[in-house]
């Protein structure tokens, strides 16, 4: 502060010559001289002040608000440090608004035929058909999934589509993706069946591969849903199934026939436990298949 005095009467002092002139000439001598020199001492008061310091990047009340952003070859490390970057998971959401009862074959060298898409279930007390509720969940699982890193494909995004189980198999043939999860409902005459059960081929190429992907998934969706478990399935009775050319399951979720899970199945909450079960046991999978972590 001192020396500020002593600076504002030095300048004060040169200025005063030209005072007697000022009258006439109106030249603002003071002001140009500060404005145009940013002397020393602008400095010194700003620091005393607790001003920030001019053309520092720091402000000391805020350190966080300039910190220099995150280059970009860490955050390129970050991504690749996720659990599934650079694995490929294709979801198909089962079913679709309009079942299509046009005939295909059951298997590659099959005569036997199925419907191309069956209607699917509805809940017994929601009323809400299966194609919603497995869109729902499956889109929950398509985030949480990315999330962790991978590239996922979706069969469907939309209800209103009509591609049969073979078409869709051969989608994700196309695409090479390292796993296809297709996401059912379940339903039974007996109301008081609940849990989830995954199903895969028995004696086509991929058979063992998509057994080794059960092996890791039920157990995890089960644990994060508290739902029970009812096993895996092998069989060559799914079209879906038996015409994909990479590792494939069907998960039937739950049970649309049992009131309480038919009215969980169709709860936020419930689906994202689901997501992330199912997530967690493709996490492990991966892991199992290429000895990465698996972050536990
Ligand atoms: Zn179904």
């Known amino acids: 502060m001192k020396k500020f005095i002593v600076l504002l009467l030095t300048l004060l002092l040169s200025a005063l010559p030209a005072l007697g002139e000022a009258e006439q000439t109106q030249v603002p001598v003071a002001s140009g001289?500060?404005?145009g020199e940013a002397p020393a001492w602008?400095?010194?008061?700003?620091?005393?002040?607790?001003?920030?310091?001019?053309g520092g990047e720091q402000d000391p009340d805020d350190p966080d608000a300039t910190l220099p952003p995150v280059p970009s070859v860490v955050m390129e490390l970050v991504e690749s440090q996720k659990p599934l970057t650079g694995v490929k998971i294709?979801?198909?959401?089962?079913?679709?608004?309009?079942?299509?009862?046009?005939k295909e074959t059951v298997a590659p060298n099959s005569k036997k035929t199925k419907p191309k898409v069956s209607s699917g279930t509805a809940g017994v007390k929601t009323r809400i058909p299966e194609y919603k509720t497995t869109l729902e969940i499956s889109l929950k699982l398509r985030d949480a999934l990315v999330e962790r890193g991978a590239e996922v494909y979706m069969t469907r995004e939309?209800?209103?589509?009509?591609?049969?189980?073979?078409?869709?198999?051969?989608?994700?043939?196309?695409?090479?993706?390292d796993l296809v999860l297709r996401?059912?409902?379940?339903?039974?005459?007996?109301r008081s069946k609940h849990g989830i059960a995954v199903y895969c081929s028995k004696s086509n190429?991929?058979?063992?591969?998509?057994?080794?992907?059960?092996?890791?998934?039920?157990?995890a969706v089960c644990e994060a849903t508290g739902a029970k478990n009812n096993g895996i399935v092998s069989n060559?009775?799914?079209?879906?199934?038996?015409?994909?050319?990479?590792?494939?399951?069907?998960?039937?979720c739950g049970f649309a026939s049992n009131p309480e899970e038919d009215v969980l199945l169709n709860t936020e909450d419930y689906q994202w436990k689901l997501a992330e079960?199912?997530?967690?046991?493709?996490?492990?999978?991966?892991?199992?298949?290429?000895?990465?972590s698996n972050g536990e």
Do not use: F
């Open 33 to 35: 001289a500060v404005a």
């Open 42 to 54: 602008d400095d010194t008061i700003q620091q005393a002040a607790g001003d920030p310091i001019p």
């Open 90 to 102: 294709g979801i198909d959401p089962g079913h679709q608004a309009k079942g299509n009862n046009q």
């Open 158 to 177: 939309t209800h209103d589509v009509n591609i049969s189980n073979q078409e869709r198999a051969k989608m994700m043939n196309a695409l090479g993706v």
């Open 183 to 190: 996401i059912h409902c379940d339903g039974a005459d007996n």
């Open 205 to 219: 190429a991929i058979a063992a591969e998509s057994y080794r992907a059960c092996e890791a998934i039920l157990p």
């Open 236 to 252: 060559d009775n799914y079209t879906g199934q038996n015409w994909s050319t990479v590792p494939c399951l069907m998960v039937e």
């Open 277 to 292: 079960g199912l997530t967690q046991g493709i996490v492990d999978y991966i892991a199992a298949r290429d000895g990465r």
